[in-house]
């Protein structure tokens, strides 16, 4: 195994020997250890993969200064020693081509070929891909050479890495002409080709987009070390920098935590340019618009672990929160990343993440409030957006008086927040009615609203039930109005016609109390019973109509014991007149009174004779109040009013009634 490490690290590595006798050597080393076309084959791909780790360039294998026909020339020199090797060495050499290809050791490859006088076909396709990269030969030329085992891609087929990685064909071409989008289609099918190789040629594809869109050769671009170019990728300012990055991080072998520290530090920086904040010459270049909205999450997606990424954030937020100055730009460049980091916890669903952002967040709101940074804390609360979380922020606003701020935002489509704020405003601030219809007003939220003071009054309404009815009423009574005006306003911003009226109802009703508060009559918080009784003792038809109302009680037969009480019983016909007024009367209120009067006069022994002649008296008068001439006729003849009866078919309409014997 030793002797074998030394053929990899010594023979191949070394400049190429035109010593024949050197070459026969290294055959016979070849053919004399078997292990090649084992384990040793691994390890050793590997060190040579090792060594070349700290070449510059993260893609300088990728380039080579031979023409097609001096690579031909040079294997033909040394034909005579692969003719040597018997089918299996072949294939054992093959197999060691292929290793080298897939760790990116292109030009190890080409040193091994040329000294056995073999290549692969792996190997000519890189060197083609290559070649077309650099200029070296025409796309149609390539395009001739390949193999008619696949089709051929033209300038009408779609490439599936362009689609993945930078733009339309159609883009590309008017970006960047005809021939070169031949180039990167001819590209792209010759890394298709490739086995072993793909790796290899899937990079010279992506460098060559890269040098394309940058407008630089093909040449400066693979002796660029990856984070140089990664980073003139992102700072182009073309309009697809992001996934053209996304497909060279991808080939360019960066770990992910460089991947980390660089977009990291370049979105950091971006944040700081934004504030004003100095960078050292040296730092990470600034990515534009980079830690704002798409943008941001578009960077954060070259890292295939954004918790690296969240972390880095918070550990530069730290960093910035344990400096010597504290200033306003300090403290928003701490909120921002803080804001980052959240971003990126979230996406990777990591909740003990999240959790350490918003305790960081809790603990330096003390620190913004000091300085009177309540821009950034509003930026603080709206940027992490788990408004119920963050209650803690609420709280501060309203302390401070500053909840404004949070309203000056453009924040009218966020309905979470809309529905918290006004949580958090029914819960702690009830009485703060301004603040309320503020936020309502703001956020366009008439019905929340109104169904907020709805419940709000009938709440302070309830509390009223055992208080006594004296002037101390009369205080909490003007709250209760003007909550329930107040919702039957947004109601009716929001046409809901028929919650506005009842809760107008409502308002009335308290409004009704204030009034009869000298009067020691309870209207508010009764029973169902007592609404009855309320109807059937109070004179006063339109107020009797507004606690119905109120109540709910509707339906022309409830009136039949108070008109019944009202009008028979203490001949208030003025009592009868509003009621006929305000609502639809017809003949069954009518034959109920009557029906409750002839029960009256026959059950009720109690009762004087005054008092009959007074109640008969007054249902006299009562029937002639009904409008209808055929009613009136019927029930005073059950009643034995004779005198009623014969005027009614005397007058007009007599005759028409005898016509339809309605009184024979």
């Given at each position: 195994m030793a002797r074998r490490a030394g053929f990899l690290h010594q023979d191949v590595l070394s400049p190429l020997d035109s010593d024949s006798a050197a070459q026969t050597q290294l055959l016979d080393s070849l053919l004399a250890n078997t292990t090649l076309r084992e384990g040793a084959l691994s390890?050793?791909?590997?060190?040579?993969?090792?060594?070349?780790?700290?070449?510059?360039?993260?893609?300088?294998?990728?380039?080579?200064?031979?023409?097609?026909?001096?690579?031909?020339?040079?294997?033909?020199?040394?034909?005579?020693?692969?003719?040597?090797?018997?089918?299996?060495?072949?294939?054992?050499?093959?197999?060691?081509?292929?290793?080298?290809?897939?760790?990116?050791?292109?030009?190890?490859?080409?040193?091994?070929?040329?000294?056995?006088?073999?290549?692969?076909?792996?190997?000519?396709?890189?060197?083609?891909?290559?070649?077309?990269?650099?200029?070296?030969?025409?796309?149609?030329?390539?395009?001739?050479?390949?193999?008619?085992?696949?089709?051929?891609?033209?300038?009408?087929?779609?490439?599936?890495?362009?689609?993945?990685?930078?733009?339309?064909?159609?883009?590309?071409?008017?970006?960047?002409?005809?021939?070169?989008?031949?180039?990167?289609?001819?590209?792209?099918?010759?890394?298709?080709?490739?086995?072993?190789?793909?790796?290899?040629?899937?990079?010279?594809?992506?460098?060559?987009?890269?040098?394309?869109?940058?407008?630089?050769?093909?040449?400066?671009?693979?002796?660029?070390?990856?984070?140089?170019?990664?980073?003139?990728?992102?700072?182009?300012?073309?309009?697809?920098?992001?996934?053209?990055?996304?497909?060279?991080?991808?080939?360019?072998?960066?770990?992910?935590?460089?991947?980390?520290?660089?977009?990291g530090d370049g979105v950091a920086n971006s944040i700081r340019t934004s504030f004003g904040i100095a960078l050292p010459p040296s730092a990470t270049p600034a990515f534009p618009g980079g830690h704002r909205g798409s943008e941001f999450s578009s960077l954060a997606s070259l890292c295939s672990d954004q918790v690296l990424l969240a972390e880095h954030f918070m550990s530069v937020s730290a960093a910035t929160a344990n400096g010597a100055n504290i200033s306003q730009a300090s403290l928003a460049l701490e909120v921002e990343l803080l804001i980052k980091a959240h971003t990126c916890y979230t996406t990777a669903c990591n909740m003990e993440g999240i959790g350490q952002v918003l305790r960081t967040a809790r603990q330096r709101l003390s620190v913004m409030v000091k300085a009177s940074q309540f821009q950034?804390?509003?930026?603080?609360?709206?940027?992490?957006?788990?408004?119920?979380?963050?209650?803690?922020?609420?709280?501060?606003?309203?302390?401070?008086?500053?909840?404004?701020?949070?309203?000056?935002?453009?924040?009218?489509?966020?309905?979470?927040?809309?529905?918290?704020?006004?949580?958090?405003?029914?819960?702690?601030?009830?009485?703060?009615?301004?603040?309320?219809?503020?936020?309502?007003?703001?956020?366009?939220?008439?019905?929340?609203?109104?169904?907020?003071?709805?419940?709000?009054g009938e709440r302070r309404?309830?509390?009223?039930?055992?208080?006594?009815?004296?002037?101390?009423?009369?205080?909490?009574?003007?709250?209760?109005?003007?909550?329930?005006?107040?919702?039957?306003?947004?109601?009716?911003?929001?046409?809901?016609?028929?919650?506005?009226?009842?809760?107008?109802?409502?308002?009335?009703?308290?409004?009704?109390?204030?009034?009869?508060?000298?009067?020691?009559?309870?209207?508010?918080?009764?029973?169902?019973?007592?609404?009855?009784?309320f109807m059937c003792d109070h004179g006063n038809f339109h107020e009797a109509l507004q606690v119905a109302e109120a109540y709910r009680t509707r339906g022309l037969l409830e009136w039949v014991k108070p008109v019944y009480v009202q009008v028979v019983q203490r001949g208030h016909f003025r009592y009868l007149q509003d009621l006929t007024s305000s609502m639809q009367v017809s003949a069954p209120l009518f034959r109920e009174v009557v029906s409750r009067f002839q029960r009256e006069m026959q059950d009720n022994k109690d009762l004087s004779s005054s008092q009959r002649q007074q109640y008969t008296a007054n249902m006299r008068e009562f029937l002639e109040h009904v409008n209808e001439p055929r009613v009136t006729c019927q029930l005073?003849?059950?009643?034995?009013?004779?005198?009623?009866?014969?005027?009614?078919?005397?007058?007009?309409?007599?005759?028409f009634l005898r016509d339809n014997m309605f009184v024979m």
């Open positions: 390890s050793g791909s590997s060190t040579i993969a090792h060594q070349l780790a700290g070449r510059e360039g993260w893609a300088i294998e990728l380039f080579t200064t031979l023409t097609v026909d001096q690579w031909k020339e040079r294997l033909q020199l040394n034909q005579h020693v692969s003719q040597t090797l018997s089918a299996e060495d072949q294939t054992a050499l093959d197999s060691l081509l292929n290793r080298l290809l897939s760790g990116g050791n292109l030009s190890q490859s080409c040193k091994l070929a040329l000294m056995f006088g073999h290549s692969s076909s792996d190997l000519d396709l890189v060197l083609m891909a290559v070649r077309l990269a650099q200029g070296r030969c025409r796309a149609k030329d390539v395009v001739a050479s390949l193999p008619t085992k696949t089709v051929v891609p033209t300038l009408s087929h779609s490439s599936a890495s362009l689609r993945r990685g930078t733009m339309t064909d159609q883009a590309w071409r008017d970006s960047h002409g005809d021939d070169s989008l031949e180039m990167v289609l001819t590209l792209e099918d010759v890394s298709h080709r490739c086995s072993a190789g793909q790796r290899c040629a899937q990079k010279v594809a992506v460098a060559y987009r890269i040098s394309k869109v940058l407008a630089l050769d093909y040449e400066s671009i693979v002796r660029e070390c990856a984070s140089s170019v990664l980073g003139q990728v992102l700072t182009s300012g073309q309009l697809h920098s992001v996934s053209l990055a996304k497909s060279f991080v991808d080939v360019s072998g960066l770990s992910n935590e460089e991947v980390v520290q660089f977009i950034t804390i509003v930026r603080l609360l709206t940027g992490i957006a788990r408004y119920r979380e963050l209650i803690f922020i609420f709280e501060t606003l309203v302390e401070h008086e500053r909840l404004d701020l949070l309203l000056r935002r453009d924040i009218t489509k966020d309905d979470d927040l809309k529905v918290v704020l006004l949580d958090f405003l029914r819960k702690h601030c009830p009485d703060d009615v301004d603040t309320l219809r503020k936020v309502a007003s703001h956020f366009s939220m008439w019905r929340e609203m109104a169904v907020m003071q709805e419940k709000q309404m309830n509390s009223l039930k055992t208080a006594a009815v004296d002037k101390a009423l009369m205080a909490p009574l003007e709250g209760v109005i003007r909550l329930f005006v107040g919702s039957a306003e947004n109601y009716m911003k929001e046409n809901c016609l028929r919650h506005a009226q009842v809760c107008m109802s409502k308002a009335r009703l308290a409004a009704m109390q204030r009034r009869l508060v000298p009067q020691g009559v309870r209207v508010i918080n009764l029973q169902r019973r007592e609404v009855h009784q005073a003849r059950e009643l034995g009013f004779t005198d009623l009866t014969t005027s009614i078919l005397d007058s007009p309409a007599g005759q």
